[in-house]
T-cell receptor
Framework: DSGVTQTPKHLITATGQRVTLRCSPR?????VYWYQQSLDQGLQFLIQ???????AKGNILERFSAQQFPDLHSELNLSSLELGDSALYFC????????????FGSGTRLTVV | GEDVEQSLFLSVREGDSSVINCTYT??????LYWYKQEPGAGLQLLTY?????DMKQDQRLTVLLNKKDKHLSLRIADTQTGDSAIYFC????????????FGGGTRLMVKP
């Protein structure tokens, strides 16, 4: 157990729907990162939050949004889902804004049908 | 721009050494990392090297960095069947916050 908890582990939903993925960072970590892993794109950075504020943005679609709450857990919201959004979504956490080497959760596998 | 490349597949015999290679393009990389992903699991940080270092050793793992050629390698000594996994190299760049750019991963298969 890495200490980073992601729920749910698996999610199957239909095109056009909206889902929320949840991440609880390791105890004491203030930064949360979201990554998408797909067969064709590999691992892509989506977004980073540090202590509740957005810190960095990567290849995140406008249909996707995220936030980090006062208790430091984070949620990734995916809306108007398309078949191509099917992927593994990983959350990772680190202590500071620019800590080297994050700790990853075990991911949420999203299947859009 | 950033681009990290790895070969797709490596097969070795148990007890042999494995060498996984990675090339990157951004010369302003600050840290370079190796992560391991086992089936159904997240990515586990194995080791990292700061860009002003040439080599780092950690038990069975040796990381070599050739900054001139932008080449990074991970050597696993005495490879075991439990080392079978996908290995990702990644770089972080000082002016890009703490974002990591990953390579496509190398699948290591260890035959008994």
């Amino acid at each position: 157990d890495s200490g980073v908890t992601q729920t749910p582990k698996h999610l199957i939903t239909a095109t056009g729907q909206r889902v929320t993925l949840r991440c609880s960072p390791r105890s004491g970590d203030l930064s949360v990162y979201w990554y998408q892993q797909s067969l064709d794109q590999g691992l892509q950075f989506l977004i980073q939050y540090y202590n509740g504020e957005e810190r960095a943005k990567g290849n995140i679609l406008e249909r996707f949004s995220a936030q980090q709450f006062p208790d430091l857990h984070s949620e990734l919201n995916l809306s108007s889902l398309e078949l191509g959004d099917s992927a593994l979504y990983f959350c990772a956490s680190s202590v500071a804004r620019t800590s080297y080497g994050y700790t990853f959760g075990s991911g949420t596998r999203l299947t859009v049908v | 721009g950033e681009d990290v490349e790895q070969s797709l597949f490596l097969s070795v015999r148990e007890g042999d050494s494995s060498v996984i290679n990675c090339t990157y393009t951004d010369s302003s990389s600050t840290y370079l990392y190796w992560y391991k992903q086992e089936p159904g699991a997240g990515l586990q940080l194995l080791t990292y090297i700061f860009s002003n270092m040439d080599m780092k050793q950690d038990q069975r793992l040796t990381v070599l960095l050739n900054k001139k050629d932008k080449h990074l390698s991970l050597r696993i000594a005495d490879t075991q069947t439990g080392d079978s996994a996908i290995y990702f190299c990644a770089e972080s760049i000082s002016n890009a916050g703490n974002m990591l750019t990953f390579g496509g991963g190398t699948r290591l298969m260890v035959k008994p």
